[in-house]
T-cell receptor, first 114, second 114 residues
Framework: EPEVTQTPSHQVTQMGQEVILRCVPI?????FYWYRQILGQKVEFLVS????????KSEIFDDQFSVERPDGSNFTLKIRSTKLEDSAMYFC????????????FGDGTRLSIL | AQSVTQPDIHITVSEGASLELRCNYS??????LFWYVQSPGQGLQLLLK??????LVQGIKGFEAEFKRSQSSFNLRKPSVHWSDAAEYFC????????????FGKGTSLLVTP
């Protein structure tokens, strides 16, 4: 069964550095998402992306964050000038369409900011 | 404000016993409803979804959930739990109409005892 893949599984970065998290969504899916889960807290929506532009973003997704689909297969989340509070598990998801189509999640990237 | 509540943080059941995990939501209109499971070190796997129609929905791994509009609930059930069902379970809702962000509950951690 096709799945969403995320790399790396664990990323350790110094505070203030830039980090790029990578995702390969399911190939025939058109909508892409990033979520994060701070340790001990709920999974929170960051951003959705469709047709090469952001379709929706949360309050968390400020100017520090950006997303990109650099080619036909990858979907990336960039965090500029990381902060300690950015430490979390970041999940990528994709769906065939928006709305009632279920989102399929990757295994996540654990981001640790030192 | 829109919210998803999973009242039980931890639940312990004996193997072979029945299981019910609770989920309540507060939304302006009936949202799309999902249950996801997260095993340690894994991503979020979709168990089942409700969009419309029959209020009792069947999912994978022998799980089912019942939508009750009058109670704003979408409880997950399994008649006989297996040790491999030990995991974190998340209820999630998505808005009808515009927007695709899933709003997750805080999760219920299931422990299965021999």
């Amino acid at each position: 069964e096709p799945e969403v893949t995320q790399t790396p599984s664990h990323q350790v970065t110094q505070m203030g550095q830039e980090v790029i998290l990578r995702c390969v969504p399911i190939s025939n899916h058109l909508y892409f998402y990033w979520y994060r889960q701070i340790l001990g807290q709920k999974v929170e929506f960051l951003v959705s992306f469709y047709n090469n532009e952001i379709s929706e973003k949360s309050e968390i997704f400020d100017d520090q964050f950006s997303v990109e689909r650099p080619d036909g297969s990858n979907f990336t989340l960039k965090i500029r000038s990381t902060k300690l509070e950015d430490s979390a598990m970041y999940f990528c998801a994709s769906s065939k369409r928006g709305g009632n189509q279920p989102q399929h999640f990757g295994d996540g990237t654990r981001l640790s900011i030192l | 404000a829109q919210s998803v509540t999973q009242p039980d943080i931890h639940i312990t059941v004996s193997e072979g016993a029945s299981l019910e995990l609770r989920c309540n939501y507060s939304y302006g209109a009936t949202p799309y409803l999902f249950w996801y499971v997260q095993s340690p070190g894994q991503g979020l796997q979709l168990l089942l979804k409700y969009f419309s129609g029959d209020t009792l929905v069947q999912g994978i791994k022998g799980f089912e959930a019942e939508f009750k509009r009058s109670q704003s609930s979408f409880n997950l059930r399994k008649p006989s739990v297996h040790w491999s069902d030990a995991a974190e379970y998340f209820c999630a809702v998505g808005p009808r109409g515009s927007g695709y962000a899933l709003n997750f509950g805080k999760g219920t951690s299931l422990l299965v005892t021999p």
